[in-house]
């Protein structure tokens, strides 16, 4: 199964909550599709839930950094919330762990904006 996305809103920051395999194909598009619609809105301020995602492979990886860099290009800021601990492996792994700013909570995340 691929991924699937839910989209919410807390305030001012839209929260995407990923769900299912993010790999080569299918699930990597629904984020890059998601996150381009979000950006061409105009919304700045994007939180992606990674809580439920049962598998990330380096596709998967490339297209968080992806979303991460239309984001910031668009002038908004995109950030990690629940990461499962194979995408915190990968995350370390490739270094990347610097590159997001990741929380536990949502509550936090949608509080750094």
Known sequence: ?????????????????????????DGSVVIRDSVRKLTAD??????????????IDSSGIGELVSAFTSVSNAGGTLKLLNLTKR????????????VFEVFEDESAAVASF
Not at 1 to 25: E, F, H
Not at 43 to 54: A, D, S
Not at 87 to 98: E, G, N, P, R, W
């Open 87 to 98: 995408v915190q492996d990968l995350l370390q792994i490739t270094k990347l762990y610097t």
């Open 42 to 55: 105009g919304t700045k301020k994007i939180v992606l839930n990674l809580g439920n995602v049962t598998y």
């Open 1 to 25: 199964m691929s991924a699937t996305i839910n989209t919410r809103q807390n305030g001012d920051v839209c929260i995407l909550d990923v769900s299912g395999k993010i790999t080569l194909g």
